[in-house]
């Protein structure tokens, strides 16, 4: 079973461009979230979803979009690309509720130039 | 809002040493308490996890007890292995299901 794939797993881009980042889960989980991780400020909520057709934002949405047309996939928007959101971004899934685990995709690395 | 404290890092261990991650917690309700590990080049899994107060969580020689009392979470293993090498995340969910993550600590240990 594939549970949470991220691709890609690197990428370059230049300031001011944008692109999707992908993420699926075969696992029916309701719920979805990207986050951003930076060394020293540990990984911070940008989106979430809590099932198809609902998203909302977390701590850090600025510069980003979402949507969820279908369980399986969450893809992430950078709609134009700062040097700022270079960073490390992970997707992760889980059921919906308090002790759920959350699983996690191996993360893409992405450069801002 | 909820938030999650971890102690600074980073720690570097001989093999077989004992350790202990300190983890505290603010939160509202009842939160699950987690420990999350990453190790190079990888994303985050579960390492083990307690969904109330005493309850005590355990796996590949890790322990962490809900303490309440003391709003903690602190990680601990008695001998750890040059494999334990990572980052351990510190974790919290609410009934929300969002997860709010310590800043995280790096973990080295040496033959």
């Known amino acids: 079973n594939a549970g949470v794939t991220q691709t890609p797993k690197f990428q370059v881009l230049k300031t001011g461009q944008s692109m999707t980042l992908q993420c699926a889960q075969d696992?029916?989980?309701?719920?979805m979230s990207w986050y951003r991780q930076d060394p020293g400020m540990g990984l911070r909520l940008i989106h979430y979803?809590?099932?198809?057709?609902?998203?909302d934002q977390g701590e850090v949405p600025n510069g980003y979009n979402v949507s969820r047309s279908t369980t399986e996939d969450f893809p992430l928007r950078l709609l134009s690309a700062a040097p700022s959101q270079t960073s490390v971004y992970f997707c992760a899934s889980s059921l919906i509720g308090t002790g759920a685990m959350a699983f996690f995709g191996q993360g893409t690395r992405l450069t801002v130039v | 809002g909820n938030s999650v404290t971890q102690m600074e890092g980073p720690v570097t261990l001989s093999e077989e040493a004992f350790l202990t991650i300190n983890c505290t917690y603010t939160?509202?309700?009842?939160?699950?308490l987690f420990w999350y590990v990453q190790y190079p080049g990888e994303g985050l899994q579960l390492l083990l996890k307690a969904t109330k107060a005493d309850d005590k969580g355990s796996n590949k020689g890790f322990e962490a007890t809900y303490r309440k009392e003391t709003t903690s979470f602190h990680l601990e293993k008695g001998s750890v292995q040059v494999s334990d090498s990572a980052v351990y995340f510190c974790?919290?969910?609410?009934?929300?299901?969002?997860?709010?993550f310590g800043k995280g600590i790096t973990l080295s240990v040496r033959p």
């Open positions: 939160a509202t309700g009842y939160p699950s």
């Open positions: 979803s809590v099932g198809a057709g609902i998203t």
């Open positions: 974790a919290l969910t609410g009934a929300n299901s969002k997860l709010t």
């Open positions: 696992m029916n989980h309701e719920y």
